[in-house]
């Protein structure tokens, strides 16, 4: 089955960083694109970023540009978020995805929480 396992998330200072990691397993990770979504309190699930099956292309929603990096490890099955410079409306749930056979795969989400 399809599993995903987000972890790395925690409390950090505005202006800070943290990399999340997505452990994926049960499918052909190599061969799909994969995103990151996050949930704040109050708002609707968005997308942050997401990156081609090999790496090659990645897109970011337009508030985290230049500030979040997302990759990825195909021999280790395991996708990345670096995030830097955070800012307290970052703070919110993220979510590894995957997209296949016309459904989406969550993982349980990490807790990212930006405050002074």
């Known amino acids: 089955q399809v599993q995903l396992v987000e972890s790395g998330g925690g409390l950090v200072q505005p202006g800070g960083s943290l990399r999340l990691s997505c452990a994926a397993s049960g499918f052909a990770f190599s061969s799909y694109s994969m995103d990151w979504y996050r949930q704040a309190p109050g708002r609707e699930r968005e997308l942050v970023a997401g990156?081609?099956?090999?790496?090659?292309?990645?897109n970011y929603v337009n508030v985290v540009k230049g500030r979040f990096t997302i990759s990825r490890d195909n021999g280790k099955n395991t996708l990345y978020l670096q995030m830097n410079s955070l800012k307290p409306e970052d703070t919110a749930v993220y979510y590894c995805?995957?997209?296949?056979?016309?459904?989406?795969?969550w993982g349980q989400g990490t807790q990212v929480t930006v405050s002074s």
């Open positions: 990156i081609t099956s090999a790496g090659s292309s990645t």
């Open positions: 995805t995957v997209r296949m056979m016309g459904r989406r795969y």
